[in-house]
């Protein structure tokens, strides 16, 4: 076998793998749920001047989906039912809630992609926060 042809089918192994990478990866998760916890939130998303949207509730085992626009600001809720301290991944912004106490953020959508929101202690996402490019 000639160096040309070893090279070609190394290439080839290569591209399988990672083509097999990315359809893993990308397969979603276990079909199992997580234990519950005790901790809740609730994020809503800016709603639009002639719409009013009822806040949706977080639990365990479920992630709300914030979607935003850069340049937008980004404005959501967070209620638990435990203290800790809640995290937008990527903004690198933190914030502690007490049990049954509300905390909003607000802050502008400067950074695109999708980052997780989290409660820190309980290492639980409640959220995920994405960003298009306008």
Do not use: C, W
């Amino acid at each position: 076998m000639s160096r040309a042809q070893r090279l070609t089918f190394l290439a080839i192994a290569v591209a399988i793998a990672i083509v097999a990478a990315i359809l893993l990866g990308s397969s979603g998760g276990d079909d199992e749920e997580p234990p519950p916890t005790r901790a809740q939130a609730t994020a809503t998303p800016e709603p639009a001047a002639t719409q009013k949207a009822e806040a949706p509730l977080v639990t365990s085992g479920k992630v709300t989906k914030l979607r935003f626009k850069q340049g937008d600001t980004v404005r959501f809720r967070v209620r638990s039912d435990v203290a800790d301290e809640v995290h937008v991944h990527g903004y690198d912004l933190m914030k502690d809630v007490e049990p049954g106490k509300e905390i909003t953020f607000s802050f502008p959508a400067e950074i695109t992609g999708i980052f997780e929101i989290e409660l820190e202690n309980a290492g639980q996402q409640i959220a995920q926060l994405r960003v298009d490019p306008r």
